[in-house]
């Protein structure tokens, strides 16, 4: 027992030593023993070291350690317990850490919207925020970092871009702009540098049509429209250059009087364009030649198909003489099923299956609407998408067609609700509703809807056909089907409530020959020259 009492003294003076010695943690390893604190020596040693530790706790808190003074402060309450020393230690510490947090957290805010700031082009309000940032904090440092190398960048690319302006050269100012990605920042010299870009290429766009080069104003525009599509004056000058493509279209396709038409509206917007004058004359004294030369006698020789499409303008046509056994003739049986010619009459939405190139949804109205299938509206092309996305109208207005919608959508990743279409346009009802809005041939009013990004009911439909005019099969990307079966483009269109087809091959109908008066049959294979198709009506 002797022995063990002289353990446990000797065991204090060890503590004893090392809380003499500044060895605080070593004294409270040994004090902590509960022998030490029954021994009355141990409970003097345990008030000393507990005081101690709660003196070096508030060293720690004064010099922001507050880990170690944690350490501390509990140290000191295993030894005295909760004394009030210890207790306004703890307090204090809690308090200390709870505005740490605080701040912490105040700190990861501010860097959060510093970083939207400056990814979304505000470098100046991007760096005030991290100004007020903790100067310990080496996330807002680095940030920091990225701010200045943006800042340098942008400084660089815009004096490539003023180096461009300065020398006239609007190509290159564009390009630097575009592959700087810079477009949308909102530092003040890209600003000022992208309007001023905007303005010194409208203004080129707009002399070089004045002045007949419409190839060099188009060529500007298309490199100009990434950066300022959204534009009035870009959306006027754009809706011009179109109205040009089609009416040199109907020039080549010898619709001059309808060229005409189209450049008298181009005249209304840009009537410092002197040229358009002439070549509206010389299109009206064209138009009126071959007037002259469809009331000739070779007009009798002319296919009344070619006379309908060049001078209905004229609303002048050369009738065909009706031989006794035209099947439209009345009173003529059908050679095909013995019944009238209502079994070739044409729906206004049909499917045209084409082998070996795929089905096509053909809709002939004017106006369709366009969205979810299980909308509440019942969209006339209903696509397997969202329920809550909206339902948009395109219309087709004239040669124009406009998209129209109540909520906004994209297209060309700008939000609308009310657009002219141009060739190649990109729709999206959403990043998974997507389709693009293709016009083959200038010189044709129909349009093609290619689902890109979407699908509608029957999955083997891909495109939609906004019949206008005609329907043109063949191997260019001029058509609106294209295969490589033919060497000589067909031309369906519709007359007289029936489908017709205009082609140099013979037009089988389940391998039986027919007149091209005769309409296209409903469920019945055609052939013509290597390709054939079944027309079907679109089933509800």
Known sequence: MKKGIAVLILRIKQAETALADGRLDEAFEIARSEQIRRHYRGQKLIGKLSQALAKRGRENFDAERLQDALADCSKAEKLAGNTDEVA?????????????????????????????????????????????????????????????????????????????????????????????????????????????????????????????????????????????????????????????????????????????????????????????????????????????????????????????????????SVKRTISHDDPT????????????????????????????????????????????????????????????????????????????SSKPIKVNDTNVTDKLLVDGDRIAFSSRCTMKFHIPNPASTTAVLQLTGTRLGRADIREVILMGRDILIGQTSGNHITTSSLEQTITMYAQNGKLLCKSKDRVLVNDTPISSSEGIPVDKQVRIGQISFVITKLKA
């Open 329 to 404: 003739s009345p009173g003529v049986p059908n050679r095909l099923s013995g019944n009238t010619q209502k079994d070739f009459s044409l729906s206004s939405r049909f499917v045209m299956q084409v082998d070996g190139v795929g089905s096509f949804l053909v809709l002939r109205e004017n106006k369709v609407t366009i969205g979810p299938v299980s909308s509440s509206m019942q969209p006339v092309i209903g696509l397997m998408a969202d329920p809550n996305l909206p339902v948009a109208t395109i219309e087709r207005i004239e040669d124009d067609y406009f998209i129209r």
């Open 88 to 316: 306004a230690l703890r307090s204090d510490i809690c308090s200390k850490m709870e505005q740490k947090r605080l701040q912490d957290q105040h700190n990861t805010l501010n860097l959060a919207q510093a970083k939207r700031n400056i990814q979304a082009g505000w470098i100046s309000a991007g760096e005030k925020i991290l100004e007020n940032a903790s100067e310990n904090n080496s996330q807002a440092n680095m940030v920091m970092q990225q701010v200045n190398l943006a800042r340098m960048q942008i400084d660089e690319v815009i004096a490539k871009a003023e180096n461009a302006l300065n020398k006239n050269d609007l190509e290159n100012a564009i390009e630097i702009i575009q592959q700087a990605d810079i477009v949308d920042n909102k530092n003040e010299k890209v600003i000022e540098m992208v309007f001023k870009i905007k303005t010194s290429s409208i203004e080129k766009i707009k002399t070089d049509f004045n002045n007949g080069r419409i190839d060099l104003a188009r060529s500007l525009w298309e490199k100009l429209s990434p950066i300022a599509n959204s534009t009035s004056d870009m959306s006027e000058l754009g809706l011009v250059l179109n109205y040009c493509q089609k009416a040199s279209a109907h020039l080549a396709a010898g619709n001059p009087r309808q060229a005409a038409a189209i450049l008298k509206k181009v005249k209304v917007i840009c009537p410092n364009a002197n040229w358009i004058n002439s070549v509206i004359e010389q299109s009206l004294k064209a138009a009126d030649t071959l007037d002259e030369l469809a009331a000739s006698p070779l007009g009798l020789e002319m296919d009344d198909i070619t006379l309908e499409n060049n001078f209905t303008d004229n609303k002048r």
